[in-house]
């Protein structure tokens, strides 16, 4: 393996885990992370969490999953391309939604209302949440017992996080410095984000019918690839022809963020992977004229295709769903097995608000589903 940059993330200099291991002949400390990760139930349960579409709704869109493993290869590359550690670039973007609830967005805005008088919910800190404290299947402690920079880029891979409510007592032995930036891997985790679901949801607009090629024209960053795919193949399948687009989209987002982080690299000449968390802004991000047409695109999908009605009509429903769910565990603590353990435990009502958010935000969509069966005697909402 060639060396990395050196304001790469080093993992032989890594600040540790909360619970010391051997050391691994085969593998380095972000490696393990990744492996820890992947093996992880957290993990799999993202194969029946909504990422747009509902993830009953057809096999051909995209689930939690997909867009996680869609992330870490575009994050991958992303470092691999600017000389970063990319073991840490694939284990942040893996773990990246590990926080998410069921039913996508929208189960998270429940949460957080629900959660209002009890320091709300944020998927990031939930992913903290899941890694060093509900995953519980190793033999000497809970949690994954992740590195400290994995944990940093789990929670400030979208930037800095200042004051938020119920960090100091997820990281107790870690201090994620949580007002500076992330390591240049977690900020390459969270612009392929951004490159993936932008490209993803395009496609499965398409696919789901809600949107046509044409109707992407005139739209910023879209509308161009669209006239060069339509221009160059225009008698070919129109699942060709969004393929193409897609794949173009994803692209030219990443040759713009590798262009402008190597310029940002130069100006600011980081000499450790300290100087980029203190660098005062992210140095991995689109250029200012792609940001400005990606906005637009996002602009474009949020009125097309995140609030049409064919997206919404199910949301709503989830919605109801997860606080009807909310509602009644609280108020009876009809949980199972440790959850209810835990509930019945809880010293105040905010730490039994907490176990209930944390038991609902590890569901999967169906899961959901049969619990609300369960705990209403009737049909889901969303059946």
């Known amino acids: 393996m060639s060396a990395n940059a050196p304001y790469a993330a080093d993992p032989a200099k890594s600040r540790g885990r909360l619970y010391p291991v051997s050391a691994s002949p085969t593998r380095s400390d972000f490696q393990r992370d990744r492996d820890r990760i ?5 993990f799999r349960r993202l194969q029946y969490k909504t990422q747009v579409f509902l993830q009953h709704e057809g096999q051909h869109f995209r689930t939690r999953l997909t867009h996680t493993l869609e992330v870490s290869q575009i994050a991958r590359s992303i470092a691999r391309a600017l000389n970063l550690d990319e073991d840490l670039a694939e284990a942040v973007a893996l773990a990246h939604d ?4 069921p039913f996508g967005h929208a189960g998270e805005r429940v949460l957080n209302d629900k959660m209002a008088s009890w320091g ?3 998927h990031n800190l939930q992913a903290l949440r899941v890694v060093t404290r509900l995953e519980n299947r190793y ?3 809970d949690g994954l017992n992740l590195s400290w920079e994995t944990l940093e880029g789990i929670l400030k ?11 100091a007592e997820i990281a107790a032995g870690a201090d994620l410095m949580p007002s500076t930036y992330a390591s240049l891997e977690a900020q390459a985790a969270a612009v392929a984000d951004d490159i993936a679901y932008n490209a993803h949801d395009v ?3 398409l696919r789901a019918g809600l949107l046509t090629l044409p109707d992407l024209s005139d739209v910023p960053l879209a509308g161009p690839i669209v006239h060069e795919v339509l221009t160059h193949w225009p008698d070919i399948g129109r699942s060709r022809q969004a393929h193409e687009v897609q794949r173009r989209l994803i692209t030219r987002g990443v040759e713009d963020v ?3 982080a190597t310029a940002e690299l130069a100006t600011a000449a980081p000499r450790s992977a300290d100087d980029v968390r203190h660098a005062g802004r992210a140095l991995i991000h689109f250029s200012p004229a792609f940001a400005a047409a990606e906005a637009g695109l996002k602009a474009f999908l949020f009125e097309r295709v995140y609030r049409s009605e064919p997206v919404m009509g199910p949301v709503r429903r989830s919605q109801q769903l997860v606080a009807a769910l909310f509602d009644r565990y609280f108020e009876t603590g009809d949980l199972p097995g440790r959850w209810r353990v835990a509930a019945e435990a809880a010293p105040s009502d905010v730490a039994r608000a907490r176990v209930v958010a944390d038991f609902i935000a590890g569901m999967t969509d169906p899961y959901a589903e049969v619990e609300y069966a369960r705990l209403f005697d009737g049909k ?4």
């Open 38 to 42: 992947i093996h992880s139930a957290a």
């Open 98 to 101: 590990l926080g998410h609830t």
């Open 120 to 122: 709300g919910f944020d």
């Open 139 to 141: 033999a000497e402690h």
């Open 157 to 167: 891979h979208n930037g800095p996080v200042g004051d938020l409510p119920g960090l």
């Open 203 to 205: 496609d499965d607009a």
């Open 258 to 260: 590798i262009a402008t």
């Open 380 to 383: 889901p909402l969303l059946g």
